[in-house]
């Protein structure tokens, strides 16, 4: 067991799945920071502390112990995560790459740092994924996929070979993407669409096959 002592920014459902990650490998969670002021701790003998006025004070109070981090923010929020993440390592905290123990991970894939890898998701040969990235419960990345940094891979999805997912995209619960495809910056994949054409940068698309639709922050 390796016995690090990690926080958490961001205190929803992500943080309840990491929590469980760090107990298998013996790490500990000591407290979590969100932005979100109406969200309360999800562990009860945890605190939480709220945006960098939180994080700073609390930094100030810690003596020389090595602390790593994890940023528990999924969803559509890639850009978000990368910026937190960046955040954290520059206040001196560890970057740390999380994977399940019953995930697999190809021997000849590339994973970076910030990464989020969950319980029976499968990373296969030559896959490349940058910085930031989640790929959640029991999702697929077939062989010679690309995640460009911040990307999430919701629970269930499946990508096959030679996808590119370009940064901070999102590929939602249970959909299904087709060998080849090329994925853009700032897309949403909606939950259980199937992929057959490229998906330009910022679109929304939805159904079987997968269409755009108007994308509400656009």
């Known amino acids: 067991m390796s016995g690090k ?3 958490f920014w961001g205190a929803s459902g ?3 799945v990491l929590e469980e990650l760090l107990r298998r490998q013996g790490d500990e969670l000591i407290c979590l ?3 979100n002021e109406n969200v309360h701790s999800p562990f009860e003998d ?3 502390f709220y945006g960098k006025g939180g994080f700073e004070t609390w930094l100030d109070d810690q003596q020389d112990i090595e602390i790593s981090f994890a940023v528990a923010v999924g969803g559509e929020h890639g850009q978000q995560r990368n910026q937190i993440h960046d955040y954290l390592e520059q206040a001196g905290l560890k970057s740390s790459r999380l994977i399940h123990s019953r995930a697999f991970v190809a021997d000849n894939a ?3 740092d910030g990464c989020q890898i969950l319980a029976h998701a499968t990373i296969g040969a030559r896959v490349h994924v940058e910085k930031s ?3 959640n419960s029991a999702a697929v990345v077939e062989h010679e996929c690309v995640l460009n940094e911040g ?3 919701g629970p269930g999805a499946v990508l096959g070979g030679l996808v590119h997912v370009r940064e901070n995209s999102f590929v939602g619960l249970g959909a299904r993407v087709l060998p080849r495809i090329q994925i853009g910056k700032n897309a949403v994949i909606g939950a259980g669409a199937v992929v057959t054409k490229d998906v330009a940068d910022n679109a929304v698309v939805v159904g079987i096959p ?3 639709i108007p994308n509400p922050n656009a």
């Open 5 to 7: 002592k990690f926080i």
């Open 14 to 16: 992500q943080a309840i």
């Open 33 to 35: 920071f969100d932005n």
């Open 46 to 48: 945890l605190p939480l």
């Open 110 to 112: 590339v994973i970076g």
């Open 133 to 135: 990235v989640i790929v």
């Open 151 to 153: 990307v999430h891979i």
């Open 210 to 212: 997968a269409r755009p």
